[in-house]
């Protein structure tokens, strides 16, 4: 690779260019950080500052870490991020082979019935069932109070499928005809060949299967009674504060808690943090070029 | 090329589905262009041996949208009742059309939230859609990778807050109490009205959009970036191609089919623009700028425990999406594109 | 449609108080009427139909209330609790139940000691699902559509067809409560009249109270600290005088603004028309349609208009205006009696201190304030769990126990030297066990509030002052105890697009003038048939 080039092959851009970018950059990273900022700041602030800045403090004046024990005391957010974790995990994996499998399966001409398995797949997307019915089938399924209530009702995500599909569609033919010339099985190709050039859009696809796992609570508030299973923001949800429906004789047990904004915002950064993690694992796939070399291979 | 599996419960759940499938697929093409019969039935069975492999691939991910999606949805009939939880579909009287008056009631608020909901959806289609791309592409062109990792992992941190966090801290931000206002008070200049003022309204929640959602929208186009194959660039450089005929030449050709994808996608869900968002926010402006369809339903129906209404409204917006992108893919196709499945 | 009712949790949580309006009139009313459209006649309260009222004579308050004009108040813990219960009245079975809670979710029961010595005291397990208020719709109606209701729920006032769902779902507990059968239940014979009222729906007591008494009555509150230390006279006689207390108390260019929220529903008591309904020889009338709604429009806007309300006042969530006010940049707030302790707990300022402005008429006078509903909601025992009803029952009356008592000590404070510990004979609360608490049995069935603050005599006695000089010149909404079936099921919608259409007012979107050709609209849409009923159903129980 010359000095003239990117990493990626592309020519390198002049300098004032290079300044214009720089300077968005910036921008742009400054405008996301600084509310960050001050969502950290509330969560560490003292309870005095935190009121008398009316909720919202940028520039914490002492540091404490009350608001995130707190929340934390009990142990019971322990247990609950272990639920999350567990969900994500096989929920993810689960999501990710029976979504590459469908959209490979559609991707291909041969599959039976692929036409009106696309649009079944695509009117999946466009038409939300009502959750008293969902509640309904995954009571009569027995799922209620298992995990797999968490996992199963929202496994494939039509929009998902659709977007690895077009990935798979747009894969060079010549690769896998070659393959199939060869005597190679629809799972060798598969497996062999289509998910490895395909690591880019998987690893993103994967992202949002465990994100979105990670998020849920409304199908834990449906089909979990027993709280003891469940994830963590279903846990961290019951801090929403209602306004007005808190009165008096309620407070008695929330006395001295901190600033109500502190636990907000401990809360949100708990409900971050460990998903935050896995990202840097998955970037490297989807920011590096991945198809000269397999081509080439 | 389907092996015989050792496996007999594999065996014996793949024909079982394979079948289903098949007749599934006669149903959905009954003008295919073989019509049955005898010979028909042989060419299926040959297919089912070559391809059935293809079935058992597709069979988890179409059982789990046939149990999780299709079959709940069986329980829209409620669009045709008052239905009411504690009585059950069973006893829940019939109303028949009448859920379905409120989107036809003539009503010029149900107009205004209407051509509202559709302004919106144009604006932010506009806007919002091209800035992950242009961002994406930003990102690519960057010399360092290191830079390139740690502004996006940046930039996509806002998609993690709820939408009630995201209009708190814009009201912190931006309100008449909030710190710039603060600021401007004190230091003797004029305050700027943002939150509250009608006129601003469509801006500030584009903006509310591309603040939280750029960073998370961006990674998908990058992931087309990474398949771009180097040796296009190599090649154009070679050929002496500057930087903006290679953007125009190999790297936007590259991401056309992705983002001919999503523009349809996102054109089924014309009707549905940030429901949450904007119901949060609908006190600061007024109804007048603010509310668009799902707002009026939600106003006008739900509020009062009607799931009916919202059972009708749902199916409403389900035909109109499928029509958009059954109609969007066509003319995707009179350009020459895939759009979302080809003929 | 599921996700219009995750939105719809989402509104409660974020506009709040706005939905309490419709409260009295969704609670507090008989019933009649099936979903299926056969109603079922005689709306109207039978009075023979209530329990008596007993009330417990086992303490004697600090600072006795008067029935229906102020809140019993205590300056402390009393030294020696009385036991009210000699044995436990589980039967040794679990009760299951379905509630909401706000707050830390508690652990399980094997690490949980406010739990265990709740179950050990009461004698069975107490097993209650609980999920977060804004959700609580969406998990009630999924359990209801399954067939899956536990032995006893709550019913928060925003599910839509409460009277019909109780018809179909709970038990008529009038054979067991009504007169003076409910002796058998000392703490729950101890609930005033006003409360039970709400719970009597086609004519039978479906449900037992969770009352909140005066305590949901609005007032206006001054951060007394911020008045004091500017020298200010908070004795309003008018609302000229209300207007330059403003005045006094906003000073923009140093971020500060008199009001927390908006004024209006203050005002309307200067002018008499507060609240949905009035009664007026005889009839219901809306207050909506009274001429002196322009007037009060036409003050809270000029107050909008000068700069003495925070300008994000009609953007921000209530749990905002509430920050405001600790913080000082709002020295004025609208809210429940109820609050008044609670900012005292909340409130981490040096010197804080709060007290309720009088409500003068407009023009000088007396003003007439509105009496909130008695009760913040209700909870029944599902029809099928009939076979346990007197254990049910007792168990409910178990933790109603009243203020004073050992039961209410544990209750509400665990075990001592555990959860609390006593100082000066009030039990203060440890931090170590602060998250055990929410088990969802305090919406399950409640005693009466009452006026404590531990540790200050002045703050617990404070607000009861307060209702001795308010409350004489309130009256109650009209419409308590009373059932429209158009009401239950639209009322909260209408209750919305008013507050919109108030918010436009103030905010100079729309002019004053809208307003009585919108509310005209209104009428026709819907309000009209709702007077009728209401009507209809006065005039039988008269």
Not at chain 1, 81 to 98: K, Y
Not at chain 3, 120 to 144: C, H, M, N, R, W
Not at chain 3, 159 to 169: E, S, V
Not at chain 3, 279 to 285: A, D, P, R, Y
Request: proline content about 6%; hydrophobic content about 45%.
């Amino acid at each position: 690779m010359s000095r003239q080039r990117l990493h990626n092959g592309q020519a390198l851009p002049a300098w004032p260019m290079r300044l214009l970018k720089g300077a968005i950059l910036l921008v742009v990273c400054a405008l996301v950080v600084l509310p960050f900022l001050g969502i950290v700041s509330t969560s560490i602030a003292p309870r005095a500052q935190v009121q008398a800045e009316g909720g919202f403090v940028l520039i914490p004046e002492s540091f404490t870490l009350e608001a995130y024990r707190s929340v934390l005391a009990g142990g019971v957010v322990a247990s609950a991020l272990r639920v999350s974790v567990l969900v994500t995990v096989v929920g993810t994996a689960l999501s990710l082979i029976s979504s590459t499998l469908l959209a490979y399966g559609l991707s291909r001409p041969n599959l039976i019935g692929q036409r009106f398995l696309v649009v079944f797949v695509l009117v999946s997307l466009l038409f939300t069932p009502g959750l008293i019915p969902l509640y309904l089938v995954v009571k009569q399924a027995g799922l209620l109070d298992s995990i797999w209530a968490l996992i199963l009702p929202s496994m494939v995500s039509g929009f998902n499928v659709i977007v690895l599909r077009a990935f798979f569609m747009n894969l060079p033919s010549e690769l896998t005809d070659a393959a199939r010339i060869d005597g190679a099985s629809e799972w060798q190709i598969f497996t062999r060949i289509v998910l490895p050039l395909s690591k880019a859009v998987t690893a993103v696809i994967g992202l949002f299967y465990a994100v979105s796992y990670w998020n849920a609570f409304f199908n834990a508030l449906l089909f979990i009674n027993d709280p003891s299973k469940w994830p963590l923001q279903m846990v961290l949800r019951m801090y929403v504060v209602n306004d007005g429906q808190l009165g008096q004789s309620d407070l008695a047990v929330t006395e001295n808690l901190p600033a109500q904004p502190s636990i907000q915002m401990a809360i949100l950064i708990l409900a971050m943090v460990p998903i935050l993690l896995v990202y840097p694992f998955l970037q490297r796939h989807f920011t590096k070029g991945v198809l000269t070399g397999a081509v080439k291979g | 090329m389907g092996r015989p599996t050792t496996d007999d419960g594999v065996t014996q759940s793949t024909t079982k589905t394979a079948q289903t499938t098949a007749s599934e697929t006669r149903r959905a093409e009954p003008v295919g262009k073989r019509p049955g019969g005898a010979r028909g039935r042989l060419r299926w069975r040959a297919r089912l041996r070559r391809d059935g492999i293809l079935t058992v691939f597709v069979l988890p991910g179409v059982l789990a949208l046939l149990v999780f999606q299709y079959l709940p949805l069986l329980g829209n009939v409620i669009a045709f009742q008052d239905y009411l939880p504690f009585l059950g579909i069973a006893d829940s009287p019939w109303v028949g059309l009448k859920n379905f008056e409120i989107l036809v009631n003539g009503d010029p608020a149900f107009v205004r939230a209407l051509v509202n909901t559709l302004i919106i959806t144009a604006v932010q289609t506009v806007f919002v859609f091209p800035i992950p791309i242009a961002f994406a592409l930003l990102l690519n062109s960057l010399l360092s990778e290191r830079v390139k990792r740690v502004v996006q992992s940046i930039t996509y941190l806002p998609h993690f807050l709820s939408w009630v966090v995201v209009v708190a801290v814009f009201q912190h931000v931006l309100g008449g109490s909030g710190m710039i206002n603060n600021w401007l008070r004190t230091h003797g200049h004029e305050t700027l009205d943002v939150i509250t003022n009608p006129d601003a309204f469509i801006a500030l929640i584009t903006s509310q959009v591309v603040w939280k959602d750029t960073g998370w929208a961006t990674i998908l186009f990058l992931a087309v970036l990474s398949t771009i194959d180097t040796e296009l660039y190599e090649a154009s450089s070679v050929d002496g191609a500057s930087r903006t005929r290679q953007l125009w030449h190999v790297t936007l050709p590259a991401m056309r089919g992705i983002i001919v994808l999503l523009l349809i996608l996102k054109l089924g869900d014309s009707l549905t623009v940030g429901f949450e968002q904007i119901l949060l926010q609908q006190n600061a402006v007024g109804r007048h700028a603010s509310e668009v369809l799902d707002t009026y339903v939600y106003n006008n129906g739900v509020v009062g425990g009607n799931w009916g209404v919202s059972a009708a409204v749902g199916l409403v917006k389900g035909v109109v999406g499928v029509a958009l992108v059954l109609g969007a893919n066509r003319l995707a196709h009179a350009f020459g594109e895939a759009g979302v499945y080809r003929r | 449609m599921g996700s219009t009712f995750t939105r719809r949790g989402l509104l409660q949580a974020s506009l709040g108080g706005s939905a309490l309006l419709g409260l009295g009139a969704l609670v507090g009313c008989s019933s009649s009427g099936t979903g299926t459209g056969d109603a079922v006649n005689g709306a109207s309260n039978n009075k023979a139909m209530l329990p008596d009222h007993l009330p417990y004579d086992g303490i004697t308050p600090d600072f006795p209330g008067q029935p229906g004009l102020s809140t019993d108040a205590y300056a402390t813990y009393p030294s020696e609790p009385v036991r009210a219960y000699a044995t436990a009245p589980g039967d040794g079975q679990p009760l299951s139940g379905l509630s909401y809670f706000n707050g830390s979710l508690r652990p399980d029961l094997d690490r949980n000691l406010y739990w265990q010595a709740m179950n050990t005291a009461i004698g069975s397990d107490l097993q209650i699902t609980v999920v977060p208020a804004a959700e609580y719709g969406s998990k009630f109606a999924t359990v209801t559509a399954g067939n899956t209701l536990p032995d006893m729920f709550t019913i928060l006032p925003t599910l839509p067809a409460i009277p019909q769902l109780l018809q179909a779902r709970a038990v008529d507990l009038t054979p067991y409560l009504a007169g003076d059968a409910i002796t058998a239940y000392p703490s729950l014979a101890n609930i005033p009249t006003a409360s039970w009222q709400g719970c009597v729906f086609g004519g039978k007591i479906r449900a037992l109270p969770i009352e909140r008494g005066l305590q949901t009555t609005k007032l206006m509150y001054l951060r007394r600290d911020i008045a004091e230390s500017a020298g200010l006279d908070a004795q309003v006689s008018d609302f000229a005088d209300f207007r330059s207390l403003c005045a006094e108390l906003s000073a923009p260019q140093s971020n500060r603004w008199a009001l927390a929220n908006l004024p209006l529903d203050y005002v309307r008591s200067m002018l008499a028309i507060a609240g949905p309904w009035t009664l007026e020889g005889g009839t219901i009338v809306s207050n909506w349609t009274r001429e002196e709604q322009l007037d009060a429009l036409e003050a809270a806007r000029g107050l909008y208009e000068a700069g003495y309300l925070n300008p994000d006042v009609l953007a921000a969530p209530p749990s905002q205006t509430n920050e405001w006010f600790h913080a000082g940049t709002a020295a004025l707030k609208w809210d429940t009696y109820s609050a008044w302790t609670g900012f005292y707990v909340y409130s981490g300022v040096e010197g804080f201190g709060v007290q309720g402005l009088p409500v003068p008429g407009f023009d000088g006078g007396k003003g007439q304030p509105v009496l909130g509903a008695p009760n913040i909601a209700v909870s029944a025992i599902s029809a099928d769990s009939e076979d346990r009803i007197e254990t049910i029952l007792k168990i409910a009356d178990w933790l109603a126990a009243p203020f004073g008592t050992q039961e209410y000590l544990l209750n509400k404070y665990g075990e001592e030297g555990v959860h609390h510990e006593l100082q000066d004979g009030n039990p203060v609360l440890l931090d170590e066990r602060k998250g055990e608490y929410g088990l969802g049995h305090i919406y399950l069935a409640a005693s009466p509030t009452v006026f404590y603050y531990p540790g200050s005599a002045e703050i617990s006695r404070e607000p009861q002052d307060h209702q001795r000089s308010m409350l004489p010149d309130a009256v109650p909404d009209p419409t308590v105890g009373l059932y429209s079936e158009t009401g239950s099921r639209s009322f909260a919608g209408i209750v919305q697009d008013v507050e919109a259409l108030e918010a436009d007012i103030i905010g100079g979107r729309r002019p004053v003038s809208e307003w009585t050709s919108e509310i005209e609209a209104v009428l026709a849409g819907g309000l009209q048939s709702i007077l009728d009923e209401y009507n209809e159903a006065y005039e039988q129980s008269q």
